[in-house]
């Protein structure tokens, strides 16, 4: 069985408390209420009587029958008082007014009391008379009372209920906006373990919500954070393995396929001189030869641990004889290389052959890259800060984003003719020169290349 949630034992709860709060108040209060207005009642009762009493004494003094009867009449006009009655010294009925009525009654009795006279002395009365000349009665029902009280409890009961259920509807709204940020931190945890790992908890307005959901997204961060280092340590142990493993199979490759490869090609020589020139069997051939010859090089090369030997070398230099020996080879295809790099010379410490032919290997990717279209190569050098940055640019279709993190791998490559190893051996050299290489699409179309290497003044 599901136990409920935080947000329906806040609910059930503040019911209980507030439920138990209205009627202890309201039981309280009503019993607070029925005393007062019985004790007010009682009194207005007794003053009555008394006020009777006060008014009778003269009427039972001269015995005045009728005018005691217009006060018992006069009384009769309360709306509680059923009969009123006055008796004389004897207790004999001197007054009696009664109305109809079926019913409970209560009664109330108050002496006529004689008032002394301010200017006689007691001293000089013999035998003075008993100061009681007689004494009234009210007959009342408490029919009225009771119906004001019932109706007092009836809307006590109703306004406690409004209040209750105003009270529940507003702690519902406030336990709702205390549970929502935590039910939805509670859902972005379960799509975070589903596999979104991009996701972020929401702050919310809170600040005890806000201090855990950013706790919570620090964790994912660090998460995320771990699992990119684990996965750049990996990448960096496979590619170490690969790199080892290369290194063993190029002497094999040297032994059992380069030398005889080398006899094939010394071979097909002397065949040439009995075949007729312009043969397009012998120059498939000798393509073909060149091609294999040209994959076993890259791969001897790559396999081999980049170690530069560092040396002065003016870069800007360098980079204008990459450029102009590329020029070269540009009269027969649609390229056009376009320069853009500071005439002042910039001396840092550098191995020239390794990065030459790594600058080479992404400047050939770039020519490569337009196809027999037309195609602009930039290639430009700057500063930022304490880098020294070369960067190349073509024309071409770009690099596909869901390639972007793999151009870099050995033996990864898009075209039928290349062997993968020329980018991958530009990432290898450019790292052990301390630098960077990065690559992304330019807005206006193609790839850029940019190699960042540290400044490191001769």
Same mark, same amino acid.
């Not at 806040?10 to 209205?22: C, D, H, Q």
């Not at 199979?249 to 071979?267: C, R, T």
């Given at each position: 069985?599901?136990?409920?949630?935080?947000?329906? %034992?806040?609910?059930?709860?503040?019911?209980?408390?507030?439920?138990?709060?209205?009627?202890?108040?309201?039981?309280?209060?009503?019993?607070?209420?029925?005393?007062?207005?019985?004790?007010?009642?009682?009194?207005?009762?007794?003053?009555?009587?008394?006020?009777?009493?006060?008014?009778?004494?003269?009427?039972?003094?001269?015995?005045?029958?009728?005018?005691?009867?217009?006060?018992?009449? =006069?009384?009769?006009?309360?709306?509680?008082?059923?009969?009123?009655?006055?008796?004389?010294?004897?207790? $004999?009925?001197?007054?009696?007014?009664?109305?109809?009525?079926?019913?409970?009654?209560?009664?109330?009795?108050?002496?006529?009391?004689?008032?002394?006279?301010?200017?006689?002395?007691?001293?000089?009365?013999?035998?003075?008379?008993?100061?009681?000349?007689?004494?009234?009665?009210?007959?009342?029902?408490?029919?009225?009372?009771?119906?004001?009280?019932?109706?007092?409890?009836?809307?006590?009961?109703?306004?406690?209920?409004?209040?209750?259920?105003?009270?529940?509807?507003?702690?519902?709204?406030?336990?709702?906006?205390?549970?929502?940020?935590?039910? $939805?931190?509670?859902?972005?945890?379960?799509?975070?373990?589903?596999?979104? #790992?991009?996701?972020?908890?929401? #702050?919310?307005?809170?600040?005890?919500?806000?201090?855990?959901?950013?706790?919570?997204?620090?964790?994912?961060?660090?998460?995320?954070?771990?699992?990119?280092?684990?996965?750049?340590?990996?990448?960096?142990?496979? %590619?170490?393995?690969?790199?080892?493993?290369?290194?063993?199979?190029?002497?094999?490759?040297?032994?059992?396929?380069?030398?005889?490869?080398?006899?094939?090609?010394?071979?097909?020589?002397?065949?040439?001189?009995?075949?007729?020139?312009?043969?397009?069997?012998?120059?498939?051939?000798?393509?073909?030869?060149?091609?294999? =010859?040209?994959?076993?090089?890259?791969?001897?090369?790559?396999?081999?641990?980049?170690?530069?030997?560092?040396?002065?070398? =003016?870069?800007?230099?360098?980079?204008?004889?990459?450029?102009?020996?590329?020029?070269?080879? +540009?009269?027969?295809?649609?390229?056009?290389?376009?320069?853009?790099?500071?005439?002042?010379?910039?001396?840092?410490?550098?191995?020239?052959?390794?990065?030459?032919?790594?600058? !080479?290997?992404?400047?050939?990717?770039?020519?490569?890259?337009?196809?027999?279209?037309?195609?602009?190569?930039?290639?430009?050098?700057?500063?930022?800060?304490?880098?020294?940055?070369?960067?190349?640019?073509?024309?071409?279709?770009?690099?596909?984003?869901?390639?972007?993190?793999?151009?870099?791998?050995?033996?990864?490559? +898009?075209?039928?003719?290349? +062997?993968?190893?020329? #980018?991958?051996?530009?990432?290898? &050299?450019?790292?052990?020169?301390?630098?960077?290489?990065?690559?992304?699409?330019?807005?206006?179309? !193609?790839? &850029?290349?940019?190699?960042?290497?540290?400044?490191?003044?001769?």
């Amino acid at each position: 069985m599901k136990r409920p949630g935080i947000h329906i %034992r806040l609910l059930a709860a503040a019911i209980l408390l507030i439920g138990a709060t209205t009627l202890s108040l309201g039981y309280a209060g009503t019993l607070m209420i029925h005393e007062f207005v019985k004790t007010r009642f009682e009194e207005r009762i007794s003053f009555l009587a008394r006020y009777l009493a006060l008014n009778a004494e003269l009427g039972i003094l001269i015995d005045e029958k009728e005018m005691l009867k217009r006060l018992s009449q =006069n009384l009769l006009s309360e709306k509680d008082v059923i009969g009123v009655s006055i008796f004389g010294t004897a207790a $004999e009925p001197l007054a009696e007014v009664i109305k109809p009525f079926s019913g409970v009654l209560s009664v109330i009795e108050s002496p006529v009391i004689l008032k002394e006279s301010q200017d006689e002395s007691r001293a000089f009365q013999w035998n003075p008379p008993s100061s009681v000349i007689g004494k009234v009665k009210i007959m009342y029902t408490t029919e009225g009372l009771v119906i004001l009280l019932d109706t007092m409890k009836r809307r006590f009961v109703w306004l406690s209920g409004i209040a209750g259920l105003f009270s529940v509807l507003i702690f519902y709204f406030i336990s709702r906006s205390l549970v929502a940020p935590i039910t $939805e931190l509670v859902q972005t945890s379960r799509k975070v373990a589903a596999g979104n #790992l991009q996701l972020r908890a929401d #702050l919310g307005v809170l600040p005890e919500t806000r201090e855990l959901a950013a706790a919570f997204n620090a964790m994912l961060d660090s998460l995320e954070n771990s699992r990119k280092a684990l996965e750049k340590a990996n990448l960096t142990v496979i %590619r170490q393995t690969t790199l080892a493993e290369l290194g063993k199979f190029s002497l094999m490759i040297a032994h059992e396929v380069k030398n005889p490869l080398g006899i094939i090609k010394s071979s097909m020589d002397m065949l040439k001189k009995d075949i007729a020139p312009g043969d397009m069997m012998v120059e498939f051939i000798e393509d073909e030869i060149r091609r294999l =010859n040209r994959l076993i090089e890259d791969f001897l090369l790559f396999a081999r641990p980049a170690n530069p030997t560092f040396r002065p070398v =003016n870069l800007h230099e360098m980079l204008k004889h990459c450029a102009e020996r590329f020029e070269l080879q +540009t009269a027969d295809i649609p390229v056009i290389i376009d320069t853009d790099i500071p005439e002042d010379n910039y001396e840092g410490q550098a191995d020239p052959d390794l990065l030459v032919r790594a600058i !080479g290997n992404i400047i050939k990717n770039a020519m490569e890259s337009g196809g027999e279209d037309e195609n602009m190569i930039r290639i430009r050098a700057f500063f930022d800060k304490d880098f020294w940055i070369a960067e190349i640019t073509d024309q071409g279709p770009g690099i596909d984003p869901e390639l972007m993190d793999k151009i870099f791998e050995p033996f990864f490559t +898009t075209r039928s003719k290349g +062997t993968g190893l020329g #980018l991958a051996f530009a990432f290898q &050299v450019i790292k052990a020169h301390g630098g960077m290489i990065t690559a992304q699409n330019s807005p206006e179309g !193609g790839a &850029v290349f940019q190699i960042k290497i540290p400044k490191n003044d001769a």
